[in-house]
């Protein structure tokens, strides 16, 4: 009798048991992602004149001087432009920022331009260290 009594509140029991387990894990939903690391304090720091800049002037000005297609990227004036253009430059999550989806390959719009990885790198190191005008 004892054990029929056990028997049945095991099989209650274990019942219980997969049912909760079946509807436990439906619908979890998806933790926020990760905010990005800050940069490292040994990452190397960027600075827009000495490493920016002169991307730019190799590979961009041609077509995005003054009076050309924005944003303007020549020098004495690229900063200004870039900081003025809303969603270009995003320093709280840098791979929004437009400059560098323009600049990543494979799918950047100026990657056909000459745009490496190294390039939107640098470009995303600058814009993680706060975009400053360096
Ligand atoms: C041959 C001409 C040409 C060169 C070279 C060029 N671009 Fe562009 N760029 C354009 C044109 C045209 C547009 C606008 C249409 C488009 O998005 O394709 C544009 C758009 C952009 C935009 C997006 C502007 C917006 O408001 O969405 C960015 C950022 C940009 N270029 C950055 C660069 C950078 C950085 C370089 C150099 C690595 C570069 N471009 C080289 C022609 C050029």
Not at 33 to 45: D, H, I, L, R
Not at 73 to 94: E, H, N
Request: with cysteine; net charge positive; charged share 15%.
């Amino acid at each position: 009798m004892q054990s029929k009594k056990l028997k049945n509140l095991f099989t209650i029991f274990f019942a219980l048991i997969i049912f909760s387990s079946c509807t436990r894990d439906y619908i979890v939903p998806d933790p926020p992602a990760a905010p990005p690391a800050p940069p490292s304090p040994t990452e190397n720091k960027i600075s827009y004149s000495v490493e920016i800049q002169p991307i730019f002037t190799a590979k961009c000005v041609r077509c995005h001087g003054v009076g050309q297609v924005a944003p303007v990227l020549a020098s004495g004036s690229s900063y200004q432009s870039l900081m003025s253009t809303s969603g270009m430059i995003d320093t709280v999550t840098p791979a929004n920022s437009i400059l560098y989806k323009e600049m990543l390959p494979p799918d950047g719009g100026m990657v056909q331009y000459g745009s490496t990885k190294a390039n939107s790198d640098s470009v995303y190191k600058w814009i993680r260290q706060g975009a400053k005008n360096n």
